[in-house]
């Protein structure tokens, strides 16, 4: 049957008009009616989402231009462009649970590991860093 020899990977059905082979996002219908991977740069349901993601990768599995990627640390936006400034001084992630510090944006080809996501905390001209802490006194 139809179901049996085609729509591998797919969720088949059958009704009044015949046989029916819906893909899961992250793969389309090719020309063997089987459900295959998105050619690169392209996800979502039916493969119709262009990943044209800048700082980031392409989410082969997303279900709308919303998630179609995944951004890299420090950036945001449907397509990762927007640089998140942590240093912001309205938005200073530094001084959220202490006080005394400054924030310092960390050198692009720093390990981003010790860092918070592409900057740190370091504390004010004058003030110690307590040890095992946020606190500079």
Do not use: H, M
């Amino acid at each position: 049957s139809f179901c049996v020899d085609y729509c591998q990977n797919g969720n088949c059905s059958y009704n009044d008009k015949g046989y029916t082979c819906s893909c899961p996002p992250g793969t389309s219908l090719n020309y063997a009616l089987n459900c295959a991977a998105c050619a690169n740069g392209l996800a979502g349901p039916n493969c119709s989402l262009v990943c044209n993601c800048e700082f980031g990768e392409c989410n082969i599995n997303a279900t709308s231009e919303a998630n179609k990627c995944t951004c890299s640390a420090g950036y945001t936006g449907s397509q990762c462009d927007q640089y998140i400034n942590y240093c912001d001084p309205v938005s200073n992630s530094c001084n959220v649970n202490a006080t005394n510090r400054v924030c310092k944006i960390a050198p692009t080809n720093t390990d981003v590991s010790s860092t918070r996501a592409g900057y740190s905390c370091i504390c004010q001209s004058g003030y110690q860093s307590v040890a095992n802490s946020d606190v500079c006194q």
